[in-house]
């Protein structure tokens, strides 16, 4: 794909004088004509993968890609503007099949613990094939007299050798063989955008992924004219640009299995937003200023300093845009139903493509009004923030979590022990003990499942701590005595979770400790388990141990309330968070629970 289209791009850019297609368009409709398969054809695309063996798919896709490049071959070497413009959307047609293939692929595979660090590697993996591609089609259109012979060749090389890495894929199933086609791709692609929303979390975080192929498609596109018209570089200059962008998306892809401890970790994303936009916004300041010179090699380029900045900007918001997408691509794989989970990817390529799309037409609009390049860039990071606010309020999961791992390895070293025994599937109630007012949180941070917590109203008082927890949809629960209609409103909320199959938390201490150690545990768990047991549900209960927390800032002291002194323990307090294998919820006693979960805490 790239060593083509950066090929051709750059040809058009720099080599040819075509009339209808002016250089500072070429990439907008390059783009474009390479996007729009994936609007046209992703709902067949997601409907063929769910039904077919997926080898079987990789395989025939490659076929088609070497029909494909042999015609673009014949384009470049006869220098055929609309012949090449055909390969562009037919090459298109040809992602458009793999995408559901590839991202269905990794959970039929992969546990929830590998599936980030899977995604990771695939993200990796596509951009350092970006990099290569645009090095190499760079490099060989620039030779002169034969630049595109030898790009013609290349193209049809790296399509056969495409294919013979798609002999060596392991064979999986068909999760829905008796699926019947439907090629109408309207009505498809709409049932397909319906069966996505479905799952809200999911379908906004493919508005999200969306978003990010926006950003990103914006930058990419402008490349060649930023590098020519601002940068005043060759050809030579504008691979750089997209080396170090993949490079950076490479690297913050890489970081997601380390930042998320080998789980799916979506707080990365707002932290992935928050770079986005400060790296677009300061390329737009590093680029703004640079002084009119002659066409620049990219050794003239690189001994000027100020082109430095402009790389790292590059570099960092590039990896900032990995940290955003990988945790989003992990979630969706998670969270969809095996049997339609390429359709769910599909309508992520069907608004993908919509979005890149948009992203075309809007840039080409502003190079129109007469915007400058590092404009379109400062209004992209600008519009990032807006959009990445907005998903945030919509989907307040990312931001709890963002919190949760923000907390879990700035303010404390925290370390999880038996984080395995935590389902990743069904219904559970997560017992622990309650030592300070961010045991929430931090729960929040060991699990790679949202879950709901049942909380004393009291906390709910607490001014940050009561709106992030609010924010999380935690249950209040008053004390039947105080108000017993509440208290009945909390029962039948929390069945309601488990009824849900989701991650019901409770610290049966009944408040936080006073004094440090376990207190008695109350009935209520009890009575969660009997209405659930009366539900037709079999729910286990995971105990869970929070250590070394007490006397730290967010909790009580003997001596003193909570939250004062805020260096009382120095910083970066080593604390833990024990979990215990699961036991069975029927006819399980609070003192039998109190004493495992002792058990835990005493562990260290």
């Known amino acids: 794909d790239n060593l083509f289209k950066f090929a051709f791009t750059v040809m058009v850019t720099y080599q040819l004088s075509v009339s209808w297609l002016?250089?500072?368009?070429?990439?907008?409709?390059?783009?474009?004509?390479?996007?729009l398969p994936f609007l046209l054809f992703s709902a067949t695309s997601g409907q063929l993968t769910d039904k077919f063996n997926k080898t079987r798919m990789i395989r025939a896709v490659k076929d088609l890609e070497i029909g494909i490049m042999l015609l673009a071959a014949y384009g470049f070497v006869q220098a055929s503007v609309p012949v090449l413009l055909a390969c562009t959307f037919l090459m298109g047609l040809h992602s458009t099949l793999f995408g559901p293939v590839k991202f269905a692929y990794l959970p039929q595979v992969l546990g929830e613990r590998e599936l980030t660090g899977g995604n990771g590697m695939v993200e990796m993996g596509t951009f350092v094939s970006i990099l290569l591609g645009n090095i190499l089609g760079g490099l060989l259109v620039a030779i002169p007299g034969v630049g595109p012979t030898y790009v013609a060749v290349a193209c049809v090389a790296v399509a056969l050798l495409g294919r013979a890495f798609a002999q060596g894929v392991p064979?999986?199933?068909?999760?829905?063989?008796?699926?019947?086609?439907?090629?109408?791709?309207?009505?498809?692609?709409?049932?397909?955008?319906?069966?996505?929303?479905?799952?809200?979390?999911?379908?906004?975080?493919?508005?999200?992924?969306?978003?990010?192929?926006?950003?990103?498609?914006v930058f990419l596109s402008q490349?060649?004219?930023?590098?020519?018209?601002?940068?005043?570089?060759?050809?030579?200059?504008?691979?750089?640009?997209?080396?170090?962008?993949s490079i950076g998306i490479g690297v913050g892809s890489l970081l997601c299995?380390?930042?998320?401890?080998?789980?799916?970790?979506?707080?990365?994303?707002?932290?992935?937003?928050?770079?986005?936009?400060?790296?677009?916004v300061d390329l737009y300041f590093a680029s703004r200023g640079l002084p009119p010179s002659a066409a620049q090699g990219l050794g003239t380029f690189l001994a000027q300093p100020a082109h430095w900045r402009v790389m790292a900007d590059l570099a960092l918001l590039a990896l900032f845009a990995g940290l955003y997408s990988v945790p989003m691509y992990a979630?969706?794989?998670?969270?969809?139903?095996?049997?339609?989970?390429?359709?769910?990817?599909?309508?992520?390529?069907?608004?993908?493509?919509?979005?890149?799309?948009?992203?075309?037409?809007?840039?080409?609009?502003?190079?129109?009004?007469?915007?400058?390049?590092?404009?379109?860039?400062?209004?992209t990071g600008l519009a990032n923030a807006v959009v990445a606010f907005y998903i945030f309020l919509l989907v307040p999961e990312y931001l709890l979590r963002f919190v949760a791992w923000g907390m879990s390895r700035f303010i404390y070293r925290y370390k999880v022990r038996g984080d395995e025994h935590i389902p990743t599937t069904g219904a559970a109630v997560l017992v622990c003990n309650h030592v300070s007012f961010v045991d929430a949180v931090l729960l929040m941070a060991?699990?790679?499942?949202?879950?709901?917590?049942?909380?004393?109203?009291?906390?709910?008082?607490?001014?940050?701590?009561?709106?992030?927890?609010?924010l999380a949809k935690a249950i209040p629960i008053a004390p039947q005595k105080d108000d017993p209609r509440a208290y009945e409103?909390?029962?039948e909320r929390a069945s309601a979770v488990l009824r849900d199959g989701d991650l019901l938390a409770i610290f049966p201490e009944g408040g936080i400790t006073h004094d440090g150690t376990l207190q008695p545990f109350k009935g209520g768990v009890v009575k969660i388990l009997e209405r659930a047991q009366a539900d037709g549900l079999d729910v286990p209960v995971v105990p869970m141990a929070l250590t070394n927390l007490w006397g730290s800032y967010f909790s009580r002291i003997e001596k003193g309330g909570a939250m004062v002194r805020p260096l009382r323990r120095g910083l970066f307090n080593r604390v833990g968070l024990n979990v215990g294998p699961a036991l069975p919820g029927q006819g399980l006693q609070p003192e039998v629970l109190r004493e495992r979960v002792g058990e835990l805490l005493a562990q260290g």
């Open 22 to 35: 002016p250089p500072a368009m070429a990439g907008l409709v390059i783009g474009a004509l390479f996007i």
């Open 171 to 217: 064979n999986v199933p068909a999760t829905d063989p008796g699926l019947v086609i439907n090629w109408n791709p309207v009505t498809e692609t709409w049932r397909n955008l319906k069966l996505a929303h479905g799952n809200i979390v999911v379908f906004r975080s493919l508005l999200g992924i969306s978003w990010m192929w926006f950003f990103g498609a």
């Open 223 to 245: 490349f060649p004219s930023f590098a020519k018209e601002v940068l005043h570089g060759d050809e030579q200059v504008a691979s750089l640009l997209l080396v170090v962008f």
């Open 257 to 280: 299995e380390v930042l998320s401890r080998r789980h799916v970790e979506i707080g990365l994303v707002p932290l992935g937003a928050i770079g986005m936009s400060v790296f677009a």
């Open 331 to 379: 979630l969706i794989q998670m969270r969809s139903q095996p049997t339609h989970r390429a359709r769910i990817i599909a309508a992520n390529n069907i608004l993908n493509a919509l979005f890149m799309i948009a992203s075309s037409l809007i840039a080409g609009a502003l190079l129109g009004a007469g915007f400058s390049v590092p404009q379109i860039f400062l209004f």
């Open 446 to 470: 060991a699990s790679p499942r949202p879950m709901v917590f049942l909380m004393d109203h009291r906390i709910f008082r607490q001014p940050v701590l009561g709106w992030l927890f609010r």
């Open 489 to 491: 409103a909390a029962f």
